[in-house]
């Protein structure tokens, strides 16, 4: 059973900020997340993909650049989904990687599972691979 001072459950913008803040305060800190992937919806479903393939329509269609090059100007003639869904996957690695290396830097450990409350001072986390269960707990 791994002790720790903070556990924050959810690994969204707002997740990510409060355990780094403990972390900075020096305390132990584990992040638990349901999913695989660090970053929440708004990293892997939500606000950053729609808007990486708004920017990468706007960019491969070339209208960004028609007002300087003319109205035909197109940086790419057929643009497909695969065009789009690399933009895409590309910049959801990136974020990834980038909150990824942030949570090791405050050293804090990110455990994959579903956490749910056993009583006001432990968590219990199950994984959805294997099943196991861990027992972390506040101390």
Do not use: W
């Amino acid at each position: 059973m791994q002790k720790y001072d903070l556990i924050v459950i959810g690994s969204g913008p707002a997740g990510q900020r409060a355990a780094i803040q403990g972390a900075k305060l020096g305390k132990r800190v584990a992040l638990v997340e349901k999913r695989e992937v660090v970053g929440g919806a708004c990293i892997n479903t939500g606000t950053i993909p729609s808007k990486s393939m708004r920017e990468a329509v706007m960019h491969l269609s070339g209208y960004q650049y028609q007002s300087i090059y003319g109205m035909n100007y197109r940086v790419k003639e057929k643009i497909t989904v695969a065009d789009l869904a690399f933009r895409v996957q590309h910049v959801i690695k990136t974020e990834i990687d980038v909150t990824m290396a942030q949570l090791s830097r405050n050293g804090i450990d990110v455990l994959t599972g579903t956490a749910r409350f056993l009583d006001p001072h432990r968590l219990q986390i199950e994984t959805q691979m294997v099943n196991q269960r861990m027992k972390p707990t506040l101390s």
